[in-house]
């Protein structure tokens, strides 16, 4: 039995009707026309099955707990008052959109950490063995750079103000770190965060450059103090230090010229 | 030291009002990402830029509806996204609606043909034009009424109702093409 002419406002309301948008009364009268009409009922049960079998399988995503953290954090960064606004990610005359897409970089990164992760944990477990005492430091750092660089993994604590980021740390490890303020010159604070390195709990205060980031490491070190040295593995860039009895390592992929930038004005703001 | 600048409009006040009535949303708004432009680090990324953007209209925010407010936002920051890179060139060959489960419904296990009939709904969904494609996702998936879905997509209910209908029936083709009648 096929649609005739008088079928045609019945089926341009089907979809309402399934989807309980018709007045009561129009409802009443698609049922209605349905109730004797084979053709329109077929195309009514196809439709309503579509629509079960569509409804029923397509999934609903739940925000990742690192979108929300980021979020509010760029939701606070951009709250914060016009004084603080000589950094990088705060440039008045860039368009709106430039903090999250600069952020947006960030999560390109990330998802590059994921690959590279999967790729070097293979290698570097391999490593790892041939190397001496004095080079796990770094390898482990490495590992532990890379492994922020996955999603959820960067910050326990997402601020960019150093003021929420340090009393972050009291209680939860023997080193209250350094969290200097360098914002002005373009190093912006992501948050910090707590990591295992070489057996100990170990502060990680993380700062942005652009699209780089920089995970600060330091801990307990009764030597004398050193000043800075460098090295360079996997395209990531370490630089090592030591002062007033704590050692202190920067992880970055940022080019070297930089992030001695960066440690030279860690260093004097401490 | 106040300096003039468009960011010191924003104070936390704002932002935590702000906070209150629209980041309830975000589980949708990260939804409506995810399909739209597909990669789970791109629908973060989009999500992120949404909700700046809305933070800077958020003065002109009425008070209506925060959840179809966002999500015109989101939908906007999507379409910006598949034109900068170029998504709408990348197409989903239908072959793969067809081929892709069919092998796995073969499998008498229950779960993997959930999984495959999730799967040949999702590829099906994938060939629809993205008008089209929007649609479902906020009648079916987000459950919005007709009036809300006006205003996301800011086009009439008419239009609503005609691109629904349409992509009804062309997702009916693609599941079930043995029961579509020819007309």
Known sequence: MHADAGCAPYR????????????????AGVDAHLATCESCAGEYAML?????????????YAAPDVL???????????????????????VPSEPPRTP??????????????VAIALVSSSVTSVVLERRNASHQASEELLASHIRSLMPGHLTDVVSTNQHAVKPWFDGRVDVSPSVPNLDSIGFPLVGGRMDYVRGRAVPVVVYARRQHLIN???????ARAASPSESTRN???????????????????????????????????? | MQQPSERSDVTEGVVDRFERVVLPHLDDAYTL??????????????????????????????????????L???????????????????????DEVVHGPATASRSADAAAIEESEQHRVQRALGTLPLEFREVIVLREVQELRYREISDVLGVPIGTVMSRLARARRQLAALLHPDTREVS
Do not use: M
């Open chain 1, 12 to 27: 341009d309301a089907l979809d309402a009707r399934l989807d309980g948008e018709l007045p009561l009364d129009e409802a």
């Open chain 1, 48 to 60: 309503a099955a579509t629509h079960r079998r569509v409804s029923a399988h397509l999934p609903r």
């Open chain 1, 68 to 90: 929300s953290a980021r979020v509010r954090a760029a939701l606070s960064e951009a709250a914060r008052p016009a004084t603080a606004s000589t950094t990088l990610t705060s």
């Open chain 1, 100 to 113: 999250a897409w600069r952020a947006s970089a960030w999560w390109r990164l990330a998802a590059a950490g």
């Open chain 1, 216 to 222: 600060v490491y330091e801990w307990a070190q009764p």
């Open chain 1, 235 to 270: 395209g990531y860039h370490l630089v090592t230090w030591r002062r007033d009895g704590l050692e202190y390592w920067a992880v970055s992929d940022l080019n070297t010229k930089e992030l001695d930038a960066f440690v030279a004005a860690f260093i004097a703001a401490q």
């Open chain 2, 33 to 70: 990402a995810r399909y739209l432009v597909r990669d789970e680090h791109d629908a973060q990324d989009v999500v992120q830029d949404a909700a700046l953007r809305a933070l800077r209209y958020f003065e002109g925010f009425s008070g209506g509806d925060a959840r179809a407010w966002l």
């Open chain 2, 72 to 94: 015109a936002i989101v939908r906007n920051c999507a379409l910006d996204w598949r034109r900068r890179y170029r998504l709408d060139e990348r197409s989903v060959p239908f």
